[in-house]
């Protein structure tokens, strides 16, 4: 019987809600969770649905809003910066894996001809944006360096999928000696109007023109029409309007790549880079999270029900031990490639580690190549086998990761002495720029203090220094009571990392209610975070330091050092007052911006209005 969407869709979401919970709190992740409920529900198993087709074109716009987030994260001079790692780490690894797997595929099948041993080695080439990103948003370590090297690698492979889409009809026709009509209806599908009869002469030139032009289109766009349409929205304090605008937005950038002809994820990686610079970024970012994260759990369990177990049971021997090559065979090419880019051995290993399997743009090069006559439907079945395995295999090979690492790598990391209980009244939880100063104005004092920091490298460096530091997580409840949290007065958070410092903030007020918490704050919108938490006093990390060098300037242009000083204070007075107003809509863009216009010009006034007895004598 034919299912409808709807049914489909309703099977999805209730396998989820049973079956990914339960693997996430085994510790397997919710990556592995997805993969295993689209298996159980996948015809090979409960055949509940027959044509996981049907739900797979759907579920690859999660990919694609997944890009468009992560575009809003980097602003193009930041993408101008990767280039290096961009071309150099993801065109070696390419290269090198096509040329090992091609190589390995036409000795290991005297048959084969070279295009299809060609088709798999690019196909093979590519690793899983979907799985690696998601793992690296889960563990927050996307801006890290082995997470900037992997991302460099991933954003290169979605560039250069272009070209090898492209190349699948030229190799058939080389190889098969067959015309290209077959691809012809494929385009349909999956090209676009805009790309038919590109593939006859498949000129990289277009290529690489239409993403210029099509990235200048985005950027001109976004600054003669987009702007002024958020504004326009965000007076009219419609909310649900700009849900419809950011889905509008990742729409309307997949469509029109996907009618050029382009990967529909990389339009719309260009849009959200466009919007980076925007003043309403963050509120599409908090629009568009649930979306992708839905679309993302329906796109992993797509993938689990293309796992075709009997494919499998026929032989099962040569896709496994395939696909453990497959992964041990870019591992070591990862390895080899990370440490040409200097990457150290921790930040090696983890790089190797997420990037390994093969990835989701092998099905669509696999179905391609299977419509020019390159590979036969069983090829391709194993093919897709060994990719779902090797992106499954992901998240398991990074639990074993850390595990080994503990072992293997840790001996060669310096660390400081565990933290102990002195009985000091105040504890410092981060010793960087910030901590160091609040340090040394109490030691000069006479207030003795804990400090706990967790780069073992950074505790090293300032022991000389005469600053006794020791070592752990500052989030670790057990480790702030063993360095006496629970008797002391007061605890200073100056961790730079945001969410590792909210962390220990709600960590010390729910489990040390009596000790007073001063944390410091990256930005206002970190400020809000903390503020829920009723800690009793936050500090912007520079707000205090801007006003020193504005209350400088000013007397630079003539304006006396009272009055500077004056001005000072009362702006700063004012802007708290601003955020206790503002606290309770910070999810509400449109409002933050009346209420901060409105602050501004009010600010302004007042301090006019009110000069100080010193600068009435000037």
């Not at 592995?32 to 716009?61: C, D, K, R």
């Not at 599409?284 to 992993?300: C, M, T």
């Not at 206790?580 to 863009?589: A, G, K, L, M």
Request: charged share 20%.
């Amino acid at each position: 019987m034919e299912q409808s969407l709807l049914n489909s869709v309703f099977v999805f979401l209730a396998a989820a809600i049973l079956i990914v919970p339960l693997i996430k709190l085994s510790g397997l992740g919710s990556v592995i969770g997805y993969l295993f409920a689209g298996i159980l529900i996948g015809p090979s198993v409960a055949g509940l649905i027959s044509e996981p087709e049907t739900i797979l074109h759907f579920s690859e716009f999660g990919v694609v809003m997944m890009l468009f987030l992560i575009g809003l994260e980097l602003k193009p001079k930041e993408l101008w910066h990767m280039r290096v790692r961009l071309l150099g780490l993801g065109g070696l690894q390419v290269g090198i894996t096509i040329l090992i797997v091609s190589s390995a595929f036409m000795m290991l099948s005297t048959d084969t001809n070279f295009g299809t041993a060609l088709v798999i080695g690019m196909a093979l080439s590519l690793s899983s944006t979907a799985v690696a990103i998601q793992v690296m948003q889960d563990r927050k370590m996307l801006m890290s360096d082995p997470g900037q090297s992997a991302f460099s690698v991933l954003l290169f492979q979605d560039v250069i999928v272009i070209a090898m889409i492209a190349s699948v009809p030229l190799l058939a026709e080389q190889f098969i000696n067959q015309t290209s009509t077959i691809v012809a209806d494929l385009s349909d599908g999956h090209q676009g109007a805009g790309a038919k009869g590109l593939s006859g002469w498949g000129s990289g030139w277009y290529y690489g023109l239409a993403i210029l032009g099509v990235f200048g289109g985005m950027i001109l766009a976004g600054r003669l029409l987009l702007n002024p349409l958020f504004k326009i929205v965000a007076r009219s304090k419609v909310r649900e309007t700009f849900t419809a605008i950011a889905l509008a937005l990742v729409i309307g950038a997949a469509l029109l790549m996907d009618w050029l002809g382009l990967s529909a994820a990389l339009g719309a990686f260009f849009a959200g880079i466009v919007l980076a610079d925007s003043n309403y970024r963050h509120q599409l970012e908090r629009d568009l999270e649930p979306f992708k994260a839905l679309l993302l759990g329906l796109f992993f369990i797509s993938v689990g029900m293309s796992l075709d177990l009997n494919v499998i049971a026929a032989s099962p021997l040569t896709i496994f031990a395939s696909a453990a090559l497959l992964l041990l065979l870019k591992f070591s090419v990862l390895l080899v490639v990370g440490r040409i880019f200097g990457l150290t051995l921790p930040s090696n290993f983890l790089f190797a580690c997420l990037i390994s399997q093969a990835g989701e743009f092998g099905f669509v090069l696999f179905q391609f190549a299977s419509a020019e006559g390159l590979m036969d439907p069983t090829l391709v079945s194993k093919c897709n086998a060994v990719i779902a395995i090797s992106m499954a295999v992901t998240p398991l090979m990074l639990i074993a990761r850390d595990r080994l690492s503990k072992a293997l790598l840790k001996p060669n990391v310096t660390t400081g002495e565990a933290p102990e209980d002195k009985g000091h009244k105040v504890l410092i939880l981060g010793f960087g720029r910030v901590g160091q100063v609040a340090a040394r104005l109490l030691h000069s004092q006479d207030i003795e203090t804990t400090l706990i920091d967790h780069d073992g490298d950074h505790i090293e460096f300032v022991r000389p220094f005469g600053n006794k530091v020791y070592y752990g997580d500052a989030a670790d409840t057990e480790l702030l009571r063993t360095a006496g949290a629970e008797t002391a007065d007061v605890v200073l958070i100056c961790i730079d990392d945001r969410e590792k410092a909210t962390e220990t903030a709600e960590n010390l007020k729910q489990h040390f209610p009596n000790t007073k918490v001063i944390a410091r704050a990256r930005n206002r919108t970190h400020m809000f975070d903390l503020m829920a938490l009723d800690i009793d006093f936050i500090e912007r990390e520079t707000v205090r330091g801007s006003l020193a060098m504005g209350r400088r300037a000013l007397e630079f242009l003539g304006v006396s050092e009272e009055r500077s000083i004056e001005l000072s204070d009362m702006f700063l007075e004012h802007d708290y007052k601003l955020i206790e107003e503002t606290r309770v809509h910070r999810n509400d863009v449109g409002t933050l911006i009346d209420k901060s216009n409105a602050s501004r010009e009010f600010i302004r006034q007042t301090l006019n209005a009110k000069p100080s007895a010193a600068g009435e004598d000037d």
